[in-house]
């Protein structure tokens, strides 16, 4: 009796893939969403103790001023300024442009740049503005 299965193609492995820049954004997409999920229990968090009472709301403040308060609050922007560009890129090619492999490509290696970018200036504004 023959094997039904043994004339099926196999599934290409990881080690046929080629590492491009747009399967290492796509990852990190996913990457900074589950950051934001995170995140978000933090700013929950900072909402809670506010609603505890004083005491509870500086000891939450106190972390967030502190040096590693600061990195994971400045990690958390990024992930969402992040997250937000590779989105609109996700939006753009849903409407069918973009999607020329010499763009797609140029964009991706552009992402990280421009979401690093924007993430120093949105802490720059904040920073003068407080």
């Not at 509870?56 to 937000?84: E, M, P, Q």
């Not at 020329?100 to 140029?106: H, L, N, R, S, Y």
Request: aromatic share 16%.
């Amino acid at each position: 009796m023959a094997n039904p299965t043994s004339s099926r193609p196999l599934s290409p492995h990881l080690q046929v893939y080629k590492f491009i820049p747009t399967m290492a954004m796509s990852i990190i997409h996913r990457i900074t969403g589950a950051a934001m999920y995170f995140g978000t229990i933090l700013i929950a968090a900072w909402l809670i103790s506010a609603a505890m009472g004083e005491g509870a709301f500086d000891c939450v403040n106190w972390f967030f001023g502190s040096w590693l308060g600061l990195l994971i609050l400045f990690g958390y922007t990024w992930a969402l300024v992040h997250h937000l560009v590779g989105g609109l890129r996700h939006f753009v090619w849903d409407f069918g442009h973009g999607l020329g492999k010499e763009f797609t490509t140029k964009v991706a290696i552009a992402l990280p740049f421009v979401s690093v970018a924007l993430t120093v200036l949105i802490w720059i504004v904040g920073l003068v503005a407080w």
